[in-house]
Nanobody, 122 residues
Framework: QVQLVESGGGLVQAGGSLRLSCVGS????????VGWFRQAPGKEREYIAA????????NYADSVKGRFTISRDNNKNMVLLQMNSLKPEDTAVYYC???????????????WGQGTQVTVSS
């Protein structure tokens, strides 16, 4: 079992950037595929991006494609989400999730962190 801790959230103006981090512990982090979801107030949790265990394959939701970049450093047990050109509609709690496959990750069936708040002001 792996524990996940997100950090890097905060308040930023529209057009700005933030970089979120997800650090894993308690398991072999490099064995897991990892993804990011977000949940805005009153809305369902939304899939954002995923990366395979080696970091060579990534996938993005259309809503963030071209603006967000997911990457990982298995030596540091860390996955990053670089968010550029942020919009007010990106405001949400962002969650990191890890699973045995990209399918598990995208279904939201893996392990979850506690989340980090991102607020984008207009």
């Amino acid at each position: 079992q792996v524990q996940l801790v997100e950090s890097g959230g905060g308040l930023v103006q529209a057009g700005g950037s933030l970089r979120l981090s997800c650090v894993g512990s308690g398991g072999t982090f490099s064995n897991y595929e990892v993804g990011w979801f977000r949940q805005a107030p009153g809305k369902e949790r939304e899939y954002i991006a995923a990366i395979n265990w080696r970091g060579g394959s990534t996938n993005y939701a259309d809503s963030v494609k071209g603006r967000f970049t997911i990457s990982r450093d298995n030596n540091k047990n860390m996955v990053l989400l670089q968010m550029n050109s942020l919009k007010p509609e990106d405001t949400a709690v962002y969650y990191c999730t890890a699973g045995s496959s990209i399918t598990v990750v995208r279904r939201g069936a893996g392990y979850w962190g506690q989340g980090t708040q991102v607020t984008v002001s207009s």
